[in-house]
């Protein structure tokens, strides 16, 4: 059985920083595209960063700079490190793992997801 868990949210001030993590387990390997998504109240799902299976990232144009994501293969575990937080990062925060098919970016191209960890950055 796949599970994925986040972890790592909280509260922060505009412009610090915050480190998720997302432990994996069951049939979830290094081979696997794994992402980050958030979504905040009102707005769709989207796509914050991604890493394939040989370390290559993507990252959305509205944090890149700032986040950096990370996979330690060993732990079966994904990380984001958010710096430089703004207001707007305020999000649930997902893992999303098993990329199939589609635009990286897309909801609708994961199989497996976790239940979510919330960012609050206040200004």
């Known amino acids: 059985q796949v599970q994925l868990v986040e972890s790592g949210g909280g509260s922060v001030q505009s412009g610090g920083s915050r480190r998720l993590s997302c432990a994996a387990s069951?049939?979830?390997?290094?081979?696997?595209?794994m992402s980050w998504f958030r979504q905040a109240p009102g707005k769709e799902r989207e796509g914050v960063a991604g890493?394939?299976?040989?370390?290559?990232?993507n990252y959305a144009d509205n944090v890149k700079g700032r986040f950096t994501i990370s996979r330690d293969n060993a732990k079966n575990t994904l990380y984001l490190v958010m710096n430089s937080l703004k207001p707007e990062d305020t999000a649930m925060y997902y893992c999303?793992?098993?990329?199939?098919?589609?635009?990286?970016?897309?909801?609708?191209?994961?199989?497996?997801w976790g239940q979510g960890t919330q960012v609050t950055v206040s200004s």
């Open positions: 999303a793992a098993v990329h199939l098919y589609g635009p990286i970016f897309s909801p609708a191209s994961y199989i497996y």
């Open positions: 890493i394939d299976s040989d370390g290559s990232t």
């Open positions: 069951g049939s979830i390997s290094s081979k696997h595209y």
